[in-house]
Structure formats: structure tokens, C-alpha cells
């Protein structure tokens, strides 16, 4: 079974620092992973994908097979990054799958 | 983004009456989705279809039912609700030629009473 664990439920930074939102996952074959991001008053929406390999307002996430990791980092936290973000996983099958499967999500506050 | 929409945005019923929470998408998506946002849960996949009159249980469709009679509606139904269905309710949708990324409408709040 598919699983993805965001072991921080909250997450508070200063503006200017470093930030990193860990997302881990559980998966046999090899899935594509995304980070989903809700700012407040606002419909979920994609943030980046790791098929990608791009930085999307400054945020950058690499999977790593190893570790079973997808930790979304960013090198100067701003205060528009606060946001409830959710890492995802959908299991690359045969036949594609269009499920993603969400972690719980982590509430970042990036304080002034 | 009008793209996919929710209605109503906002609900209150009573315990054990049945309400019905519409999805409509514009983009002729084939694969249409329906989640709750609970606090300590995450997003919790309910439903989901993956063309007119496709549809197959997610995680948690006890006392849920859905329809798919055309690609754009995609509605989700509580028979008899129950408090425990109080929830932010999310529905997505995703064009299969893609990468797998889902667009979401803005979620229905619904408060059973």
C-alpha cells in the first residue's frame, strides 16, 4: 500500500531563513511525487512535481529513491510562503494511475 | 479559475437528511475526483471516476454514493448525514494525457448539525 508521511504537523520559520518540509514516502515501485500548496482563502494547487525538476518560487524538492524521501526545501523563507502544504504520491503502473495519495500536510508560518 | 467549480460553497444540514454536493469541470477531463479535508487527516480520497459512468471507491466512501452521467458533473451525495461528515469536501480533476496533476475546485464547507 501506498503511503506518505509529513512528519510535521507544524512548521514556523523567520523571514530570510532556510526552510525544509520533510514528506516521506512508502511505495514498492516508482511513483511520481508532487507538493500541493493551500494558501489561505485559496483552492489547493500544484506547487512542483519531481518529473519536473523545477523551482517554483523558490522552492526546490528531489526525490530521493534511497531514503524514500521528497523534502521540499527553500533557502529564504518569505512571508507569502505561509500556506498548508501537502506532499503526494501517485503510483506509476501500468495503465497509469490517476489516484494521488496525500500526506496530512504541513501548516508553514513564516513569521515577520 | 473558473475551470472547476463547487456548489453551494457553504452547507448546514441536520442529521440524517441528504444533500448532494456538485462538481463541474469545463476542461473535458476524464478522471474526476472527490476528497475531505479534515484537520489531523489530511486529504482523504472519497471517490473517484475515471470517465461517464466509471466510478470506484477511494479511502473512506462509507455512506457516500456518486454518479458520473456526464464528463463535466461529477456529484457526490450524503443519504443520511451524520455529524462525522462535517468536513471541507474538495473536488478535483485531471486530464489522464497529463502528468498526473490534479486542479481542484474551491471545496464545499458542510456542517451537519
Known amino acids: 500500500a501506498q503511503r506518505v508521511t509529513q512528519p510535521e504537523k507544524l512548521l514556523s520559520v523567520f523571514k530570510g531563513a532556510p526552510v525544509e518540509l520533510k514528506c516521506n514516502y512508502s511505495?514498492?515501485?516508482?511513483?511520481?511525487l508532487f507538493w500541493y500548496v493551500q494558501y489561505s482563502r485559496q483552492r489547493l494547487q500544484l506547487l512542483l512535481r519531481?518529473?519536473s525538476r523545477e523551482s517554483i518560487k523558490g522552492f526546490t524538492a528531489d526525490l530521493n529513491k534511497g531514503e524514500t524521501s521528497f523534502h521540499l526545501k527553500k533557502p529564504f523563507a518569505q512571508e507569502e510562503d505561509s500556506a498548508m502544504y501537502y506532499c503526494?504520491?501517485?503510483?506509476?503502473?501500468?495503465?497509469?494511475?490517476?489516484?494521488?495519495?496525500f500526506g496530512k500536510g504541513t501548516k508553514l508560518t513564516v513569521n515577520p | 479559475d473558473a475551470g472547476i467549480t463547487q456548489s453551494p460553497r457553504y452547507k448546514i444540514t441536520e442529521t440524517g437528511r441528504q444533500v448532494t454536493l456538485m462538481c463541474h469541470q469545463t476542461?473535458?477531463?476524464?478522471?474526476m475526483f472527490w476528497y475531505r479535508q479534515d484537520l489531523g487527516h489530511g486529504l482523504r480520497l472519497i471517490y473517484y471516476?475515471?470517465?461517464?459512468?466509471?466510478?470506484d471507491k477511494g479511502e473512506v466512501p462509507d455512506g457516500y454514493v456518486v454518479s458520473r452521467s456526464k464528463t463535466e458533473n461529477f456529484p457526490l451525495t450524503l443519504e443520511s448525514a451524520t455529524r462525522s461528515q462535517t468536513s471541507v469536501y474538495f473536488c478535483?480533476?485531471?486530464?489522464?494525457?497529463?502528468?498526473?496533476?490534479?486542479?481542484f475546485g474551491p471545496g464545499t464547507r458542510l456542517t451537519v448539525t
Open positions: 478535483a480533476s485531471s486530464d489522464r494525457r497529463g502528468s498526473y496533476e490534479q486542479y
Open positions: 511505495y514498492s515501485g516508482s511513483p511520481e
Open positions: 519531481h518529473i
Open positions: 503526494a504520491l501517485s503510483p506509476l503502473t501500468q495503465g497509469g494511475s490517476e489516484k494521488l495519495v
Open positions: 476542461w473535458s477531463h476524464s478522471y
Open positions: 471516476s475515471a470517465a461517464a459512468d466509471i466510478t
